[in-house]
């Protein structure tokens, strides 16, 4: 399976739209995507296209909450659908991370900094 990655700024946050598997194949194009486009401290990531994610997908996305916290912003996660949902709750960071129902949830607050 690919993975396809778009990304547009929607009220300041950096929004990247994740479609595919998030596996060990494909994390490599999801981190060079979020080490070149997010550029601020608040991204979203827009799961809603996103079928399946392993270990290796949400140790990505770990580091990143970790980064974004560390540099005083916030990474938002939206439309998180199944499978996807169910690997956070049962890795227990579903609480740590900030799931969204939607992009519009997720960007209802705007950013003053720009990304």
């Known amino acids: 399976m690919e993975l396809n990655v778009g990304s547009e700024v929607q009220r300041g ?3 990247l739209a994740v ?3 998030l596996d060990i194949d494909t994390v490599p194009l999801l981190s060079a ?3 070149a486009d997010v550029t601020g401290a608040h991204a979203v990531l827009d799961l809603a296209q ?3 994610m392993d270990s290796t997908g949400l140790a990505l996305v770990l580091d990143w909450h ?3 916290v560390e540099a005083g ?7 998180a659908q199944g499978p996807v949902r169910r690997l956070f709750e049962l890795a227990d960071v579903a609480e740590v991370l ?3 129902e939607s992009v519009d949830a997720a ?6 900094s720009a990304l």
């Open 98 to 100: 900030s799931l969204f």
């Open 33 to 35: 995507r979020m080490d």
């Open 19 to 21: 479609a595919g598997e």
């Open 66 to 68: 970790r980064r974004l």
């Open 73 to 79: 912003g916030q990474l938002r996660i939206a439309a």
């Open 50 to 52: 996103l079928d399946f």
């Open 13 to 15: 946050w950096r929004v």
């Open 107 to 112: 960007v209802q607050e705007a950013v003053d």
